[in-house]
Each structure stands twice: as C-alpha cells, then as structure tokens.
C-alpha cells in the first residue's frame, strides 16, 4: 500500500513564501514522476509543476517564476517551494506521484495524496 502525505500548508499573507512537503511511503518499487496540482473552489484542479525521477521539471506557463519543485529521492519525497505567493494561489495543493510497484511489473500506478490547504489572505 503507498502513501502520500502532504505538510507545509498553511495562512500566509501576500507577498509571502511557503514550502509544501510530499512524502511517499509504503511498498512500492520506483518513483517515475511526481507533481503538485491544485484545485481552488469551484475550479478545476490544475497542474502547478511535474518532477522526474531523474530531475526534470515542467511547468505550465502560468505557474512559471514563482514555484520550484525539488525531489529527495533517497527519502522519497518532494518538495513545492512557492514564492510572492498572492490571494489567487489560495487552493488546495495536491501531491500526485507515478511509480512502479514491483521490479517485474511494467505498469505506472498513480497515487494521490489527501491535499493541503494553503491560503493566502492578509
């Protein structure tokens, strides 16, 4: 069984910084891919970055400049560092990751973790 467990939300004011923390736990073989999302209310959840096993990012165009995602590989976890952090960031950060269970099964199985709520608010 795997588990996602994301820390680091939290009220912070505009302008601020705040870094979300993603651990993986559990049986599983590799990680091949992590990410953020996040979902405000009454939005769509939207991809905020995507990390590689191997250390390749990817962020949408609207999510440039202000975010980093960062992997420890050896603890499994990855990291959102979000700067000059402005009321519209205000959602729920969602960590996603892609992994393979077991050595001799090919399949990528996505697990979601349960969300983190970050607001931004003075």
């Known amino acids: 069984q795997v588990q996602l467990v994301e820390t680091g939300g939290g009220l912070v004011q505009p302008g601020g910084s705040l870094t979300l923390s993603c651990a993986a736990s559990g049986t599983f073989f590799v990680i091949n891919t992590m990410r953020w999302y996040r979902q405000a209310p009454g939005n769509q959840r939207e991809l905020v970055a995507h990390i590689s096993a191997g250390g390749t990012t990817y962020y949408p165009d609207s999510m440039k400049g202000r975010f980093t995602i960062s992997m420890d590989n050896a603890k499994n976890t990855v990291y959102l560092q979000m700067n000059k952090l402005n009321p519209e960031d205000t959602a729920v950060y969602y960590c996603?990751?892609?992994?393979?269970?077991?050595?001799?099964?090919?399949?990528?199985?996505?697990?979601w973790g349960q969300g983190t709520q970050v607001t931004v608010s003075s």
């Open positions: 996603n990751a892609n992994l393979r269970l077991s050595p001799t099964d090919i399949s990528n199985y996505s697990y």
